[in-house]
């Protein structure tokens, strides 16, 4: 079965702990994300990637780092220089080439930092 | 400020009836709409996608409708069912990149038997 797997589901952190969310995904997608949902708040982008060993800041990159050193992984960092890091945290796919296509999305994993 | 807006936060609808989930967008730039479902702590499934060059497309019970002039689009759900009780996402993209797929904050529906 292919899909995207986020772990762990629920992780929780003391404040000014660096945090390092996993990714993996087996559907040969060249692109990945990576998106911050809030209560009441739409999705938004922290980092993406379109191929290997390459990635790009998104909107609320600040206080996150990312690393693309396989395809088929995608791990984000939440340091401690994220003022609000708990979240939940959503990772994506998509196929990245020859124009849109949807992104398919892990369960996720709820960061609390206390 | 928002690029993509729900301004419907829910929706409660009658089981068989038709549901209407809206959703505007203020960049005329944007060239792909898509519409994602999501349940209470899993990720957003997807669910229909319209591109800029139609203004309707159809996939079993979900038709999505996009109104460019308008820049506005919506999600019909006909017959609703329980099943489709969750919460609902419009998203925007310009270009088609990827990378500036924007979200707008979701309208939680509820379809009561």
């Known amino acids: 079965d292919g899909g995207i797997t986020q772990s762990p589901k629920y992780l929780f952190r003391k404040e000014g702990q660096n945090v390092t969310l996993s990714c993996e995904q087996n559907?040969?997608?060249?692109?990945m994300y990576w998106y911050r949902q809030d209560p009441g708040q739409g999705l938004r982008l922290i980092y993406y990637s379109q191929i290997v060993n390459d990635f790009q800041k998104g909107d609320i990159a600040e206080g996150y780092s990312v690393s693309r050193e396989k395809k088929e992984s995608f791990p984000l960092t939440v340091t401690s220089a994220q003022k609000n890091p708990t979240a939940f945290y959503l990772c994506a796919s998509s196929i990245g080439r020859r124009g849109p296509s949807p992104l398919h999305f892990g369960n996720g994993t709820r960061l609390t930092v206390t | 400020d928002q690029q993509v807006k729900q301004n419907s936060p829910s929706l409660s609808v009658q089981e068989g009836r038709i549901s209407i989930l809206n959703c505007d967008y203020t960049?005329?730039?944007?060239?792909?709409f898509l519409w994602y479902k999501k349940y209470p702590a899993e990720g957003p499934t997807f669910l229909i996608s319209i591109s800029s060059i139609k203004d309707k497309n159809e996939d079993g019970r979900f038709t999505v409708f996009l109104n460019k002039s308008a820049k506005h689009l919506s999600l019909h759900i006909v017959p609703s069912q329980p099943g489709d009780s969750a919460v609902y996402f419009c998203?925007?993209?310009?270009?088609?990149?990827?990378?500036?797929?924007?979200f707008g904050k979701g309208t939680k529906l509820s379809v009561k038997p």
């Open positions: 998203a925007a993209s310009e270009g088609g990149s990827q990378g500036n797929l924007i």
């Open positions: 559907l040969n997608h060249d692109a």
């Open positions: 960049n005329s730039m944007f060239d792909y």
